[in-house]
């Protein structure tokens, strides 16, 4: 215990010590000492320095008595000036930390902006090109099929309002593409195609001091092309525009360190003003594109409405052809090849008929449709069974088989590599041998795709089938073919049978055709003799097998022996 007197001496030093009271001693000091300054511990630092500091000069170091619940201590204000300066130092340091914070937080804050920036640039651009793909085709940089009728829709508002202003519209589609694209691959396809859409920028772009035509160009589909340009105000101007851009697209293409050439197919419609949306002028210069393929002879065909009537009675006629089969309506008609020095049946030929119930169809007028639908196909094989079915019966009472069928081959099947398999087939599941069909193909059909045709061709000899070459002499042949495919016989045309007797050049032409192919071991064939005189002609050339109306006409029956009177005309 303290002495009253050196407590009261503690107490008065300036800095003084820490004592713990009791509170007899605190009575004692609050009856003697009434200024001490006396703060409760929770008191905030910068209030406790300022009441401590508040004092007269002579209580200021004084201590400070601190209360807290139960328990009190003596603080001296060196030391709460110290942890007041301890306060700040804190609340500096961590104003220090917050700024840095903050500068690391606005340098963060100013980088998320320029990557937002930059992802916004890179959107507005992945957006823009993914908007320029959706109208432009990726091969050839020109408009789609989308792009093109966002144009054409614009087009036609324009030509609505304004009445001076139409437009002309050009449908294009290239011809023997597929046989390059097959035959040179598919690389060197896409290579002509860039290089046609390039003409066709060319076309529709600025050429020295004004453009050869304003207007667009758009890549429909496969090798499809279309056109929009602004009409000028003389329409003759259409025809010779649409004639400079044929020829620049029909002259050669280098593929490859080579040249080859195209022919090009054009539909045109040279207004815009009679129609309301663009599919049905679309239509309407797609049905004249078919028109100008169908005709090799006019490769530009402006559009008539006639032309949609006959595509809309074609399109009938097509779905009832594809019937056809199913209900017996097609039939064969026979034509024999008589062997003239014994006045004997060579062979028949089976011509198809469609017997309609509107009357009876010719193959010309049905067989094209047939060829470009595909249905080809199924009538060529119902064709094959037919004619097993018909040389059954014709060959009965022979052992072995004695007459043969000669068939017409298309395009369409040549193109089919299964075709010798599928042939067969029928031959075997008929019981015919393959060594009684004559297959006839002309060299049109071959030279669609003359290195397959030659696969195919050598698949149905090694078969059995007997091979021949139709229609020589129609302007198309070359005596190339006569080595390059495996033909057992060549069918002279009625182009070049019909001149016999009449021209001594004629006369020349067929004898020669006929040695060539006799030194070949080639049997030959003279279609189209219907005059006695032309008859006798060819047999003093030397041709023995022939047939024409002169013989007989296609019947839809046949017989297996010549009556007397028809040996008398082979004679």
């Known amino acids: 215990m303290l002495s009253r007197k050196v407590f009261l001496a503690s107490l008065s030093r300036p800095f003084g010590r820490e004592v713990f009271l009791k509170r007899p001693i605190w009575e004692l000091l609050e009856s003697s ?7 409760e511990a929770h ?11 508040a004092r007269s000069h002579s209580t200021r170091f004084e201590p400070i008595l601190v209360t807290g619940g139960e328990s009190m201590f003596i603080m001296e204000l060196a030391d709460l000036l110290l942890a007041q ?3 700040l130092e804190r609340i500096v340091a961590e104003k220090d930390a917050l700024v840095e914070q903050t500068a690391r937080a606005a340098i963060d804050l100013e980088g998320a902006l320029r990557e937002q920036h930059l992802l916004a640039e890179e959107l507005q651009r992945a957006r823009q090109l993914a908007e320029y793909d959706a109208k432009h085709d990726s091969l050839t940089g020109l408009l789609n099929r989308k792009g093109f009728v966002v144009e054409m829709e614009a087009a036609l508002k324009t030509a609505s309002s304004r009445k001076d202003t139409d437009y002309w519209l050009l449908f294009l589609d290239l011809d023997r593409f597929k046989l390059i694209n097959d035959s040179l691959g598919h690389h060197l396809g896409n290579e002509l195609l860039v290089q046609v859409a390039q003409r066709l920028s060319s076309f529709t772009s600025v050429s020295g001091n004004a453009p050869s035509v304003s207007g667009i160009a758009g890549r429909h589909s496969g090798d499809e092309f279309v056109l929009l340009c602004v009409a000028p105000a003389d329409a003759s101007a259409i025809w010779r525009t649409t004639k400079t851009l044929y020829e620049s697209l029909t002259s050669p293409y280098l593929l490859d360190g080579k040249h080859y050439a195209i022919d090009v197919s054009i539909g045109m419609v040279p207004s815009l003003s009679a129609y309301q949306s663009y599919e049905p002028a679309l239509r309407d210069a797609d049905i004249a594109m078919y028109e100008a393929k169908r005709n090799p002879n006019r490769k530009i065909v402006l559009f008539e409405h006639t032309m949609y009537q006959a595509l809309q009675k074609r399109m009938s006629l097509e779905t009832e052809l594809r019937g056809a089969v199913g209900r017996g309506e097609l039939v064969l008609h026979y034509q024999p090849i008589i062997e003239t020095m014994s006045g004997n049946i060579f062979a028949y030929e089976a011509l198809i008929r469609w017997n309609r119930p509107d009357g009876m169809m010719m193959p010309g007028q049905f067989i094209g449709m047939a060829e470009e639908t595909g249905l080809i196909n199924e009538i060529g094989l119902w064709v094959m069974r037919e004619s097993c079915y018909c040389l059954k019966e014709m060959n009965a009472d022979v052992d072995p088989y004695k007459f043969r069928m000669s068939l017409n081959i298309s395009a369409r099947q040549l193109a089919n590599g299964a075709l010798p398999e599928l042939l067969e087939k029928v031959c075997i599941e008929a019981g015919v041998p393959t060594s009684c069909f004559i297959l006839e193909i002309t ?5 669609e795709n003359p290195e397959h045709s030659s696969i195919v061709l050598g698949d149905l000899k090694r ?3 007997i091979l021949a070459l139709d229609d020589f002499g129609t302007g198309h042949s070359s005596l190339s073919w006569l080595h390059k495919y495996p033909f057992d016989i060549l069918k002279l045309d009625r ?3 019909a001149e016999v007797g009449l021209t001594p050049n004629s006369n020349k032409m067929a004898a020669g ?3 060539l192919s006799k030194f070949m071991g080639l049997t030959v064939i003279a279609e189209g003799v219907e005059r006695p005189s032309q008859k006798d002609e060819l047999y003093f050339l030397g041709f023995r097998l022939m047939q024409g109306y002169h013989f007989g006409y296609p019947l839809p029956t046949w017989q297996t022996e010549v009556t007397r009177e028809e040996k008398m005309l082979t004679v």
């Open 33 to 39: 000492r009434p200024e001490t300054l006396s703060l």
């Open 43 to 53: 008191t905030p630092l910068s209030l406790a320095c300022r009441a401590a500091l």
């Open 85 to 87: 300066a301890d306060a």
């Open 443 to 447: 060299e049109r059909t071959a030279m």
């Open 463 to 465: 078969r059995g089938f």
């Open 495 to 497: 182009s070049l049978t």
């Open 513 to 515: 055709i006929l040695c």
